[in-house]
């Protein structure tokens, strides 16, 4: 057997035992998640570099079936994808005909202003039923969009003696945030975010819906070092692989995993499948969406200046007193690249600055900016892992004790196997990203409020 036959037969016996496993983990109830960012043939560069996979149908259409085979052979309840090239009649066909014959119903949004690729969402008829679906459209400066998605377990997790029984119900978010050109567009990928969680809040009110699972799935376009991230932690989310490797939100651990290798050659982490379950604390979003500018504010000061007390100077501009100006706030933040319409308007700013005034005097001085700006509190969430066991407890006792269901993660994994080393091996070609697929058990679990403030 040569070396290469030796290699292969070795990948054929780890996919078998995935695939062994990810069966044996469904036989327990449990549900499976995938997202993958599939990159787009009229992005994908060939070896010339003004020359497109999109010119050549032979190539992006034998790449883009080895995706369905691999996406078919996970068999994942719901699939979220990005990049999809909705543009292209002949590959959306693919992906309905092949999906849609496997019991897969299909959600298709293209990016606005005709950009050509678009997401995809395809839930299986065998695990969920779709109640409701909704269309997000950003309009901002990457064209970006979401998609939302209102599903119910066509299983019963829960059934009493009377045959009642509990469907349970989950929120499902497939995005796909802007990429990070320079430095300023990072208060944009968080706005994105911060409209998704606004209009996610906007339809359980619309609706009345009890506590429930969130899962946000897609291409964020950012680490676990950046302030999208940290956002989301601090509104209760935990990263599913994370949480399933027992991975801190330390810096250490930020570089054990990555998941894309994008066109300037660097490798990151930015695939991720987010999850919020129903007992988690969760700030008012406002809070948590004024901590994560100022984390914004003070990287791009650090970016240009060194010190607190250089950054402080910038800010308070020519004053002749040892204080910080709303005139010279405003600014600092527009010669930053923050005021503009796609990322801080003038009413965001001036609610900013009375964030940072803390008592009210119309100035900020060092000790205002130290506590707001360069030294705040730390925002994110340790997880706690307290699961409750279901097995043998009645319906009524679940619904008296203000409980809810939510999963526990069993299982995350990423292809090909290198990505979870922190490599991307030369030979992967599926896309320029990783896949990652998580499995989910449910679990009871009791409910936490938000932190009472505004929403």
Not at 75 to 84: R, W
Not at 216 to 245: E, I
Not at 260 to 279: A, E, S, T, Y
Request: with cysteine.
């Amino acid at each position: 057997m040569t070396k290469k036959q030796r290699s292969e037969a070795g990948a054929k016996r780890r996919r078998d035992r995935h695939h062994h496993h990810r069966r044996q983990l469904r036989d327990e109830r449990c549900v499976s998640c995938t997202t993958f960012n599939i990159l787009a043939p009229i992005y994908k560069r060939m070896d010339n570099e003004n020359c497109r996979e999109s010119q050549y149908r032979a190539y992006w259409f034998s790449r883009n079936e080895k995706i369905i085979d691999r996406l078919l052979a996970d068999h994942s309840s719901i699939i979220c994808l990005q990049e999809v090239w909705l543009g292209n009649d002949e590959l959306v066909d693919m992906y309905q005909k092949r999906l849609g014959d496997a019991n897969y119903m299909l959600f298709k949004l293209a990016r606005t202003n005709n950009r050509g690729d678009g997401l995809l969402t395809a839930v299986h008829s065998n695990y969920f039923n779709v109640l409701d679906y909704r269309e997000l459209l950003f309009n901002d400066i990457g064209d970006r969009v979401a998609q939302l998605l209102h599903v119910e377990s066509a299983m019963p997790f829960l059934q009493n003696r009377s045959t009642s029984c509990v469907h349970q119900q989950s929120l499902i978010v497939n995005t796909h945030l802007l990429f990070p050109h320079d430095h300023s567009l990072s208060i944009v990928r968080l706005r994105q975010v911060y409209k998704i969680l606004q209009y996610i809040e906007a339809y359980q009110e619309e609706h009345k819906l009890g506590p429930m699972p969130i899962i946000l799935c897609g291409d964020w376009n950012g680490s676990k070092r950046g302030q999208v991230y940290k956002f989301l932690r601090s509104q209760g989310f935990v990263s599913s692989y994370d949480t399933a490797h027992q991975y801190s939100d330390s810096e250490e651990d930020a570089h054990k995993w990555v998941s894309h290798r994008n066109h300037r050659g660097n490798i990151c982490g930015v695939d991720f499948i987010w999850l919020l379950n129903p007992d988690k604390c969760r700030k008012p979003l406002k809070t948590s969406w004024n901590e994560a500018v100022f984390g914004i504010i003070k990287y791009l000061l650090q970016v240009a200046f060194l010190s607190a007390e250089n950054a402080f100077a910038l800010l308070k501009a020519d004053s002749l007193y040892d204080h910080i100006t709303y005139s010279s706030f405003y600014q600092a933040l527009c010669q930053l690249g923050m005021v503009h319409p796609d990322r801080l308007n003038s009413e965001e700013v001036e609610k900013l600055w009375s964030e940072a005034d803390r008592d009210g005097d119309g100035v900020i001085d060092y000790k205002e900016f130290q506590q707001c700006i360069w030294s705040p509190n730390c925002c994110s969430q340790e997880e706690d892992d307290t699961e409750i066991d279901i097995t043998g407890e009645s319906l009524e006792a679940f619904e008296t004790n203000n409980e809810a269901f939510g999963f526990t993660v069993k299982e995350a994994v990423l292809f090909p196997p290198e990505v979870e080393k922190g490599m991307w091996p030369e030979n992967y070609s599926l896309s320029d990203h990783a896949p990652l697929t998580v499995v989910f058990s449910p679990t009871r679990m009791p409910c936490s409020p938000r932190i009472p403030g505004e929403l």
